[in-house]
């Protein structure tokens, strides 16, 4: 299969390292409009939708594949061959923050970073981790999608974007949500809400920058001092935001520890 298609891939920018972009549950590409523009300046960019999501080829989708996030690290890493000859600093939001953490710790090699905005390795609160829900919860929100996919998008997607002085970025994603096929969106939701990689920060070898808003429904602070604490050499920037998505209500912040933090590396 061709993979540019599969995930609807876009390329830009001329620099002689390559920035890849990837999105989380329920979004696409364009989620990244406010920080994808200034990094092409000095750097080649990549631009891809998650299969299942965006743009990518639904028919790509594979229940079993994409039972775990492993299977879309499979794809990230098959993109990165296709579209790039070096190493890649990686930015991805949410869920694919860990996707990402999963290629690279299977091929480090490709990874010269892994930029975390808003990652979760866990969701569910255990014992003294605190990921932010009860099991309970966790189910009562799958319960819900289920049964209602877009009332659940309607009510979920503008207390997941938080921002309340910027009404407009809810409005964008619950479109965004309303967008997606609700079957894949479904099962796609369990897989995220249900991941457990705690076990995996260990294994982390590349230089990572976890960036998290200073209030997040999703991805609480101590999810983020948790992942600082774990993956090794991290560096963890609190970026001042109310929701889960900085990228897009806090851009000018958010570009801002990206840069240090890429500097710091010499990247």
Request: with cysteine; charged share 15%.
């Amino acid at each position: 299969m061709n993979v540019r298609e599969r995930n609807n891939v876009h390329v830009d920018g001329g620099g002689a390292s390559t920035v890849v972009f990837a999105h989380g549950f329920g979004c696409d590409q364009t989620m990244w409009r406010y920080l994808a523009p200034g990094f092409g300046k000095r750097y080649r960019t990549v631009l891809f939708d998650l299969v299942g999501s965006g743009n990518s080829d639904l028919s790509a989708y594979d229940y079993d594949k994409y039972g775990t996030l492993h299977g879309y690290a499979t794809d990230l890493l098959e993109l990165i061959d296709e579209v790039t000859t070096g190493p890649v600093i990686y930015i991805g939001h949410s869920v694919s923050a860990m996707i990402g953490m999963l290629a690279a710790i299977r091929a480090p090699h490709r990874f010269t970073a892994n930029v975390m905005v808003g990652p979760s390795p866990c969701f569910i609160n255990d014992g003294d981790y605190i990921g932010g829900f009860t099991r309970s919860d966790i189910d009562g929100l799958l319960e819900t999608l289920e049964s209602n996919y877009l009332g659940w998008s309607s009510t979920m997607a503008p207390v997941i974007m938080g921002s309340p002085d910027q009404p407009e970025l809810g409005v964008e994603l619950t479109n965004s949500f309303c967008r997606t096929d609700p079957n894949i969106a479904k099962h796609f939701a369990k897989v995220t809400f249900l991941a457990d990689h705690r076990a995996d920060l260990a294994q982390v070898t590349t230089p990572t920058l976890i960036l998290q808003s200073s209030d997040d429904l999703l991805a609480p602070l101590s999810v983020g001092e948790f992942m600082h604490h774990e993956i090794s050499g991290s560096t963890l920037s609190i970026v001042d935001n109310v929701g889960h998505c900085p990228h897009l209500s806090a851009p000018c912040a958010s570009i801002d520890a990206t840069e240090a933090f890429l500097r710091e590396h010499g990247l």
